[in-house]
């Protein structure tokens, strides 16, 4: 059941975004439904790396190299 109001909001919201944006909300909406988890295939998150601002990307690197190697030997 749709909530009437929800769904204006929604297309409201819609018609401000490009085509692009568009179709990536498309794709979202679609794997919220979805009955199983989906991946995405390297290629499509490489294309997603220009969506991300450069320094965040570096932050982000930089925390996964941190955090990843090292080993809280009390957190179980």
Do not use: H, Y
């Not at 997603?48 to 190299?65: G, H, K, Q, V, Y």
Request: hydrophobic share 35%; glycine share 6%; net charge negative.
């Amino acid at each position: 059941m749709t909530d009437p109001e929800l769904s204006r909001e929604i297309l409201d919201q819609l018609g401000k975004l490009t085509a692009g944006e568009q179709r990536r909300v498309l794709a979202f909406a679609r794997l919220l439904v979805s009955k199983e988890p989906q991946g995405i295939s390297g290629r499509d998150l490489l294309r997603l790396r220009s969506d991300f601002d450069p320094e965040d990307l570096e932050t982000m690197a930089r925390i996964i190299e941190e955090d990843c190697e090292r080993v809280d030997l009390n957190e179980w």
